[in-house]
Nanobody, 121 residues
């Protein structure tokens, strides 16, 4: 069983910074994509940033230049460094990964439980 565990959310003033972490654990043969989505109250879930193996990182236009996604492959961990935070960044941030657990049984989507990020004005 694969699990994604997030950490690092919290309350910060506008202009501040936070760093989110997501660790994938369990039986993992290969990771295709790993990244972050967010969902604000009353809004649809949206992509924040995702790293695709062999391709690179995609960011939502709203976070380009402010957020940076990085990965420690040895630890199956991704980090989202969020700078110059704005009140509109307030949301539950969810880690997502597209993982092949055993190599010959296909790929599955996995989600973390989410971590709250609140940016006060």
């Amino acid at each position: 069983q694969v699990q994604l565990v997030e950490s690092g959310g919290g309350l910060v003033q506008a202009g501040g910074s936070l760093r989110l972490s997501c660790v994938a654990s369990g039986h993992i043969f290969s990771i295709n994509t790993m990244g972050w989505y967010r969902q604000a109250p009353g809004k649809q879930r949206e992509l924040v940033a995702v790293l695709t193996a062999g391709t690179g990182t995609n960011y939502a236009d709203s976070v380009k230049g402010r957020f940076t996604l990085s990965r420690d492959s040895a630890k199956n961990t991704v980090y989202l460094q969020m700078n110059s935070l704005k009140p509109e960044d307030t949301a539950v941030y969810l880690c997502h990964a597209h993982i092949s657990p055993f190599g010959n049984s296909g790929w599955n989507n996995y989600w973390g439980q989410g971590t709250q990020v609140t940016v006060s004005s």
